[in-house]
C-alpha cells in the first residue's frame, strides 16, 4: 500500500481560526518534503475513504466538541479500520473531556481542576460553597473548545446566574472552575512538546477586560523562555500523562511563582509554529522520527 497521510482537520466556518496562520498548511507542505503523500480532510466527511490511508495525522479537528457523538462514533470507526493516528485515539478519548483534569488532580498534580457538574444537575449555592472559597467561579462545558459557553460567575451573584447555568445542564455537563486572576493580569502560558521534548513556549495574554486568552478574542501572543520550575512542571505532565504523544501543550498559570496546569492540549492544539525558528525544525524532526 503507498504510503499516503491524511491531515485530519474540519469543515471551517472561521469560528476557531481566525486570525491563525494555517498551520494544516505547513504540515502538508512538511510532509512533502519527506516524501509523504497527504491530503487534508475534515474528520466528519462522509466522501472520505478513510481506509486509503496509511496514517492519520490529528491536526485541528476544531469542531469536535460541538458534535461530540458524532466525533467519538468516527473515533470507533477508524479504530476498527486499524489505522494509525498520532495521536493515538485512546490519548484523544481521554482527553476529549475535561474530566481527565480531575484525574490528574487525583494523582496530585497541580492543576486547576473544579467541581463536576452532572448533565440535568440543579446545583446549589450551598454545595458550591462548600466546595470553593473564591469569589469568582468559571463555569465551561465539559466538552468544549475555543472558551465556547464559557463565562464568569461571581459567587455573590450566583442567583442571577443559576437560571443560565441551569439551562445549559440541561443539554450537557459542565465543569466549574475557580477563577484564576492572573490569567487576566498575566495571561496563560502554553509549553509546547514534541515526541516528549521541549521545542518553544509563548505567553497568551487577554484583551483588556476579558479573561479569554485566545486570539479570535483579542489576545496577544509573545514568545517566552519558560523559567526551570516552569519547564520541569510541564515535563513532569509530559512524562505522566503525554510521554508518547506526537505533539502535546501544557496550559498553564502562574500563582505565587507556583505553576498550575489549565489545560493539557492533546487533540488539535494550535502549535505557534510561526512564532520561533526552532518551531518548524523541531516539529519535522519528530515527523521524521515517527514517519521514516
Partial sequence: METKIAIVSYFSTGAYDANTVDE??????????LGFSNEIVAWSDPQVDWSSYSTLLIKSVWDYFDYYP???????KINELGIPVLNDLDTIRWNSSKSYL??????????????????????????????????VLV??????????NTFKIPVNEWEDYAPKLQKLLEGEAFLLQPFIPEVASVGEYSLIFFNGIFSHAVLKTPAKKDFRVQHYFGGTISVIEPTAHLLETAKSFIREFASNSLYARVDGVLVDGKFYLMELELIEPYLFLDRTAEAIPNYIKALSDRLL
Avoid: C, R, Y
Fill in 24 to 33: 494544516n498548511e505547513i504540515l502538508s507542505g512538511i510532509l512533502t518534503d
Fill in 70 to 76: 458524532e466525533f467519538l462514533t468516527w473515533m470507533d
Fill in 102 to 135: 480531575l484525574e490528574i488532580e487525583e494523582k496530585g498534580f497541580p492543576v486547576i481542576a473544579g467541581k463536576l457538574l452532572e448533565k440535568g444537575s440543579i446545583p446549589k449555592l450551598e454545595e458550591i460553597k462548600e466546595h470553593f472559597d473564591q469569589e
Fill in 139 to 148: 463555569a465551561k462545558p465539559l466538552v468544549s473548545g475555543g472558551a465556547k
